[in-house]
Nanobody, 126 residues
Framework: QVQLVESGGGLVQPGRSLKLSCTAS????????VAWFRQGPGHERQGVGC????????YWKTSVQGRFTISRDSAKNTAYLQMNSLKPEDTGVYYC???????????????????WGQGTQVTVSS
């Protein structure tokens, strides 16, 4: 089992960057695929991106591809979501989640993840 804690959210202006952290305790995060989900105001929770635990491949929601990256630091048992060129529509509560494999881009994909953090608020506004 793994427990996840997100950090790094905040208020940022459009066009700026923000880096979120997902720190794990319990198991090594390396054995899991780690995804980031976002729930914007009035929207359902949607997958933003995922990094595979098996080969490090990444998968992205189309609207963030090329702007966001996911990385890991095994020594710190932490995964990161680097968000660049932020837009107001990126606003939401961001959650990290862990599962044996990535699941993204379809309704109910979030049900594939067994472990979740508590979320961190990101607000993109001028």
């Amino acid at each position: 089992q793994v427990q996840l804690v997100e950090s790094g959210g905040g208020l940022v202006q459009p066009g700026r960057s923000l880096k979120l952290s997902c720190t794990a305790s319990g198991d090594s995060l390396d054995i899991y695929s780690v995804a980031w989900f976002r729930q914007g105001p009035g929207h359902e929770r949607q997958g933003v991106g995922c990094i595979s635990g098996s080969d490090g491949s990444t998968y992205w929601k189309t609207s963030v591809q090329g702007r966001f990256t996911i990385s890991r630091d095994s020594a710190k048992n932490t995964a990161y979501l680097q968000m660049n060129s932020l837009k107001p529509e990126d606003t939401g509560v961001y959650y990290c989640a862990a599962a044996p494999a990535c699941a993204l881009g379809y309704a109910g994909a979030d049900q594939e993840y067994q472990y979740w953090g508590q979320g961190t608020q990101v607000t993109v506004s001028s």
